[in-house]
């Protein structure tokens, strides 16, 4: 066909016309975060009543008496909570908006006989009713943790603004308070009692009213969110799961992570003929897929349509992690989104890789010096693993963890030794001269997942810190060299984020930006191991295949990046259990799975 629009999706399409119409929402946000700071500002400043914005003050929702200053407040705070909702068109964001502002009016005309700020009000409330199409989305996938995030939020931001308000009168204090005494006279204010400080005439009533309405909206605000209904995040069905190992199994060997699909604590999507799939995660709004989609290429464009509906039905910012290069032509073309190069994976092709030679004498003499210590190591298919050994292996593998949470979430299964991931690869270093410790002779541990049925991709590397250096080093090695008794062909290593800069950065004759970028890159490898993972993937000779992220807008990328790294577990926003509880959790879990496997294997 000529021209090639008439052959993309509809998204493209919209692209190609222009943004979407999304400017009465961002305005309508906008109105309502100024309008708050306003009412706020109103509320608790006693000389903005006289200032140049008295006139636009005096026509703002809410009143200005002791009552009226604690219902500023509240007003002011609530818009300024619903201004991100509406931003991203949420439905419920919406009605609250339409219940608050009529409230704001007959406030304004019941306590000032304003009916300039009723008008005001209802103003506001105009475009919202008569856009109300484009509010549309859906709410997030929720949890009580919402609960506990927005009482220490609220709380800190309420004691804040507290302080404000109780030091915001000086000419009506009664004598020289300490900050110790006013935050005392916050604290007690906000559960509505009197503290130390005290004012002249009506202040106190002022500042008395106004602490206990930002105490009561976040009591209120609070509870809200810990007893109302739980939506926890989406995850996979079995019946999901059945349909992706399908689609892996036909089409498993184009995409090396094809098998992190598998995920749990992922949803998935399917084109309506069912013969592709994209899955993803929600964090913080973004709506994250990982990998190229799953199944028939010729399927894509309707699997990547199916997420891009469910993207705009809850208003998230849709992104993708980690595509190949065929992958982010194909969401570009199908979507009108832009990609961006990410970094690149090293894949070590088995038939090429050898000890022998200069550039492998490093691991090579590594690898030799660890042997010589005592070292022997096992490579197995999951399923060859005994049941004693496999609970073995999984209790090391949680209890090596270098950090509180699991990390990964495009590159990482989550899980070791389920009955369903029997083809998964695993590689152990054992020392039998060693002191037998809980985990027997057990030092060091590879995980790898399918890639097809000629490929293997690596999920996770755990050691016992008592153990030699040079323990990963020692299973790639064992791993790439057994690799040919299991008919494997090709080995995906680990991700390396920013490769490229990495190394035309330390070439001679690179220019001083591409040296700064390096340089920049450098010095955040000592939190997020940048360098270290591309030096690492460097030594065994790989070849490398880029890797994508694809955005909506450039602006999006600082909020997709921070929602990569929360669903990589670099970031974590919950609060962790202690470890003994950690382990308690996970060793019934572990009693519970080793049951249930059990009962696999006898049926």
């Given at each position: ?6 052959n ?67 007003t002011?705070v ?55 199409d ?55 204010g ?8 005290d ?9 008395a ?8 909206l ?16 989406a ?27 598998l ?9 309506p ?28 464009p ?20 980690g ?13 009108g ?64 963890r ?10 990482a ?22 002191v ?44 790439l ?6 008919d ?18 330390e ?8 040296r ?13 191991q ?9 030594k ?12 909506r ?7 997709i ?43």
């Open positions: 066909m000529s021209g090639g629009v008439p993309r999706s509809r998204w493209a399409r919209h692209a190609l016309r222009g943004p979407r119409p999304e400017a009465v929402p961002v305005l309508v946000a906008r109105a309502c975060a100024i309008v708050g700071l306003l009412d706020i500002a109103a509320g608790v400043f006693p000389r903005f009543r006289h200032s140049r914005m008295h006139t636009m003050a005096e026509v703002l929702p809410g009143a200005l008496g002791p009552f009226a200053a604690a219902l500023s407040l509240s002011g609530l818009l300024l909570l619903l201004a991100h909702g509406l931003r991203r068109r949420k439905r419920r964001a919406w009605r609250a908006a339409v219940a608050l502002l009529p409230a704001g009016a007959v406030a304004q005309f019941t306590y000032r006989h304003s009916p300039v700020g009723a008008l005001i009000s209802l103003a506001l409330l105009a475009p919202l009713l008569i856009h109300r484009q509010f549309r989305a859906l709410p997030d996938p929720r949890s009580r943790w919402r609960a506990l995030a927005n009482f220490v939020l609220m709380g800190a931001g309420s004691l804040a603004l507290g302080l404000v308000i109780v030091s915001a009168h000086p000419k009506t204090l009664v004598g020289d308070p300490s900050l110790a005494d006013r935050i005392t006279h916050v604290l007690y906000l559960f509505g009692f009197e503290g130390p400080v004012y002249q005439g009506n202040t106190s009533w002022t500042v009213f106004s602490l206990g309405a930002l105490g009561l976040t009591a209120i605000t609070t509870i809200y969110l810990a007893f109302r209904p739980e939506h926890p995040a995850r996979l069905t079995e019946d999901d799961e059945a349909r992706l190992r399908a689609l892996l199994d036909k089409h498993g060997g184009r995409d090396s992570l094809g098998h992190f699909a995920r749990r604590d992922k949803a998935v999507v399917f084109s003929s069912g013969k592709a799939a994209v899955t993803y995660r929600v964090v913080s709004g973004v709506m994250l897929a990982s990998g190229d989609p799953i199944g028939d290429v010729e399927a894509w309707g699997a990547i349509e199916r997420f891009m509906d469910e993207a705009q039905a809850h208003s998230w910012t849709p992104a993708v992690m595509c190949s290069e065929t992958g982010g032509e194909v969401w570009t073309r199908e979507t989104l832009d990609a961006l190069e990410l970094g690149d994976e090293a894949v070590v092709d088995v038939a090429d890789f050898s000890l022998a030679g200069r550039a492998m004498r490093n691991v090579r003499q590594m690898v030799k010096r660890i042997e010589r210590a005592g070292y022997e190591t096992r490579v197995r298919r999951v399923r060859d693993l005994g049941d004693a050994e496999l609970e073995r292996v999984r209790r090391a593998a949680d209890d090596w270098g950090t509180d949470t699991e990390r990964g979430f495009s590159m299964l989550g899980r070791i030794g389920d009955p369903t991931d029997g083809d998964c690869l695993i590689a152990t270093a054992h020392k039998a001269d060693a037998p410790g809980e985990y027997g002779d057990l030092k060091a541990i590879l995980h790898f997942v399918p890639w097809g049925t000629d490929g293997v991709s690596l999920d996770l590397m755990r050691r016992d810190r008592s153990a030699d250096p040079g323990m990963n080093e020692l299973l790639i090695v064992a791993a060299q057994a690799a040919p008794k299991f494997i062909t090709r080995v995906s290593l680990n991700f390396a984020m920013f490769r490229a800069a990495l190394a035309r950065g070439k001679i004759g690179a220019g001083p930006v591409l700064a970028w390096r340089g920049l890159l450098v010095f955040l490898s000592r939190w997020f940048i360098e270290s993972l591309y030096k690492f993937n460097a065994f000779q790989p070849r490398w295949e880029p890797r994508f992220v694809v955005y807008a450039s602006g999006d990328l600082p909020r990046g921070f929602a990569a790294m929360q669903a990589e577990g670099f970031v974590n926003l919950a609060l962790p259990l202690p470890r003994f509880l950690r382990r308690r959790r996970n060793t019934a879990r572990a009693c519970a799975h080793a049951v249930g496997e059990r009962d696999v294997r006898a049926a």
